[in-house]
């Protein structure tokens, strides 16, 4: 079975500029995480998808960012216009059933963000 | 408030080597659950355990073994006999249960080092 996946491993750009994040769950998995990391410090949680809907954007620092997942399959992450602290480690997790404390949520290799 | 602390940012220890590392966490939830994940050099966050807050029985898988404490309110994690391949940074998490979304209140993470 295929993991969480994310793309890219890796991006740089220019403060001003617009980056999309994309993440690929688990197959069959009704949740979908971001969060992130700034560098040494702790990972932090951004926002929940419930198959296409929005269950909690309370960590979603600012409106430059946009995420949506489009028929509850894969999510895109948007950030426009980048500004120098939105650098640091973006992950993904998913998990697989809505309201399961117990449920495990597994992550992504994250996406690297450098921006200058 | 809910928090996580990983006091100990960096350990080095040399092969073979015994190495605990610590958790403490604050909730006023009496339902919970902890977890611990390894974040090797490649990046993806892999998880490791989940305990719950009624079930205080410590745990042993292979050289891991992981010791909850409610009293101290700790949930640290022991690598016995380490290996190169242990080295990683570990991250404590902590998730309380009832509430309409599950994200992750993550620590900020220990770096360990195991020197051949």
């Known amino acids: 079975e295929a993991g969480v996946t994310q793309f890219p491993s890796h991006s740089v750009i220019e403060k001003g500029q617009t980056v999309t994040l994309r993440c690929d769950p688990i197959?069959?998995?009704?949740?979908l995480y971001w969060y992130r990391r700034v560098m040494g410090k702790e990972i932090k949680f951004l926002l929940h998808?419930?198959?296409?809907?929005?269950?909690?954007e309370s960590g979603m620092p600012n409106n430059r960012f946009l995420a949506e997942r489009t028929g509850g399959t894969y999510s895109t992450l948007k950030v426009q216009p980048a500004e120098l602290e939105d650098s640091g480690v973006y992950f993904c997790a998913s998990s697989q059933a809505r309201g399961l404390a117990t449920d495990t949520q597994y992550f992504g290799p994250g996406t690297r963000l450098t921006v200058l | 408030a809910q928090k996580v602390t990983q006091a100990q940012t960096e350990i080095s220890v040399v092969e073979k080597e015994d190495v605990t590392l610590d958790c403490v966490y604050e909730t006023r939830d009496t339902t919970y659950y902890l977890f611990w994940y390894k974040q090797p050099p490649s990046g993806e966050l892999v998880f490791l355990i989940r305990?719950?807050?009624?079930?205080?029985q410590n745990e042993i898988s292979g050289r891991y073994s992981w010791n909850f404490q409610k009293s101290t309110s700790s949930f640290n994690f022991t690598i016995t006999a380490s290996q190169v391949v242990d080295s990683a940074v570990y991250f404590c998490a902590l998730l309380n249960y009832g509430g309409a979304t599950n994200k992750l209140i993550f620590g900020t993470g220990t770096l360990l080092a195991v020197q051949p």
């Open positions: 998808f419930v198959k296409e809907s929005k269950q909690d």
């Open positions: 197959s069959g998995h009704d949740n």
């Open positions: 305990r719950n807050s009624f079930d205080e």
